[in-house]
Nanobody
Framework: QVHLVESGGGLVQAGGSLRLSCAAS???????MGWYRQAPGQQRELVAT???????NYADSVKDRFTISRDSAKNTVYLQIHSLKPEDTAVYYC??????????WGQGTQVTVAS
């Protein structure tokens, strides 16, 4: 069983930065971790993923501005966001996918970017 808790969201001015954290209880060592976001009235979309070997992949819309990383010792995944845009406003969710059908989601953290 894996439980995920996101934090680090907030209200920020366009051009600013945030670092989102996803703290896991239960091992995520063998899980591919991902960050997704959902804007009002929109479908949830994939932002970034990181493999167990720390290979990262990003949506085209966030490349060069977002960086996903994982700290195995802290059982935590991060999403560093730079040059925030109003269109980045969304609830950001953390996801863990691993062996034995693991597919866990956090409750999300709100990011609001003011223009």
């Amino acid at each position: 069983q894996v439980h995920l808790v996101e934090s680090g969201g907030g209200l920020v001015q366009a051009g600013g930065s945030l670092r989102l954290s996803c703290a896991a209880s239960g091992s995520i060592r063998n899980s591919v971790m991902g960050w997704y976001r959902q804007a009002p009235g929109q479908q949830r979309e994939l932002v970034a993923t990181i493999t167990t070997g720390s290979r990262a992949n990003y949506a085209d819309s966030v490349k060069d501005r977002f960086t996903i990383s994982r700290d195995s010792a802290k059982n935590t995944v991060y999403l560093q966001i730079h040059s925030l845009k109003p269109e980045d406003t969304a609830v950001y969710y953390c996801n863990a996918r691993g062996p034995w059908g693991l597919d866990a989601w956090g409750q999300g953290t709100q990011v609001t970017v003011a223009s």
